[in-house]
């Protein structure tokens, strides 16, 4: 029994290293046919995993290495359901060992695509998980590279602008530079977003790319009302989370934050009372002010 379950895991990981090399060249041969180069500059290793507990065929994972902060490692996990329906499924007409094999190396696609969008945009974005799910720049890219995504709602992606320029690009370079392009217009809305004084509150804004939403999802809010024990004059201090999805473009960002900001529409809310006394900042804790680790140069 053991041995047959290890020459399972072998048969396993031998088709998995096959679609994934497989893949690899397909896409290289895509976006750069003919330069002498790989297709990713890191490291990336495929693995058999039971994913059944996040309800997912793959999944991508960068690994940081631990002693040098710019190099990491690509990992993808691939569902074992999926790959055992290639050993040892039941086939029909419909459901062949061709058709199984074709899924494992759509979703196999999917994740190196993750990979891909991670290392050729990542620094430029002032939008975080520029991979993620919903993020307009990686599905575009996946898209165009005639992958898949199942996630529900996707379809919406078919009716939007981005989708409409990029279909019509013939080579990766046509579609390099839009997205980049595309990057820097959405960088320009974080910039004036990022830190706001607006009716004497300030506001910082982080956004992410989202993983599930295709609109924009206001996640989290934490709202400081700081009193200067001296002066008594209070300030408002607010951190806020955005989550952006790919039917956002760059010009509907700022009108839909302001939307959400002034209409309170945020998931989770955190609000404290803090005052200030000599440029400290105190919290009341079991009846008496205790000191937090916050400057403050008001």
């Keep these: ?6 020459e399972l895991n072998k048969m396993r990981q031998d088709l998995l290293n096959k679609l994934l090399e497989k893949e690899m060249n397909r896409l290289k041969k895509i976006c750069f046919k003919f330069e002498h180069r790989k297709l990713l500059t890191h490291p990336v290793v495929i693995v058999a995993a039971n994913l059944g507990k996040i309800n997912a065929s793959g999944l991508y994972q960068k690994i940081q290495r631990e002693k040098d902060p710019h190099r990491y490692l690509h990992k993808i996990s691939i569902d074992i359901t999926i790959i055992d329906k290639y050993f040892i499924g039941k086939f029909n007409k419909y459901f062949t060992r061709r058709y199984w094999k074709g899924i494992i190396q759509e979703v ?6 993750h990979a891909f ?3 050729l945009f990542d620094n430029i974005s002032e939008i975080e998980n520029i991979n993620a799910d919903r993020s307009p720049i990686f599905l575009s890219l996946l ?3 005639k992958g898949r995504s199942n996630h529900l709602g996707i379809w919406v992606l078919l009716e939007t602008e981005t989708y409409r320029d990029i279909s019509c690009m013939n080579n990766f370079t046509e579609v390099y530079d839009y997205l980049v392009e595309l990057i820097i217009q959405y960088n320009k809305v974080c910039y004036q977003l990022n830190k706001v004084i607006d009716k004497g509150r300030y506001m910082e804004n982080r956004f992410s790319f989202a993983s599930r ?9 934490d709202v400081f009302n700081f009193k200067n024990i001296k002066t008594k004059n209070t300030y408002v201090v607010s951190f806020n989370e955005f989550l952006v ?4 473009r760059p010009h509907d960002l700022k009108k839909l934050v302001y939307k959400k900001i002034n209409n309170n ?10 005052y200030v006394k000599d440029k400290c900042v105190y919290e009341i804790e079991n ?12």
Excluded: P, Q
């Design 1 to 6: 029994m053991r041995e047959a379950s290890e």
């Design 108 to 113: 196999i696609c999917h994740e190196i695509i």
């Design 117 to 119: 969008t991670l290392e």
């Design 143 to 145: 898209y165009w590279l």
């Design 213 to 221: 939403n295709a609109g924009i999802n206001a996640e989290k809010r």
């Design 245 to 248: 999805g790919f039917t956002i």
């Design 265 to 274: 529409c945020f998931n989770d809310h955190v609000y404290k009372n803090m």
């Design 287 to 298: 009846g008496k002010l205790k000191k937090r680790e916050i400057e403050y140069a008001a």
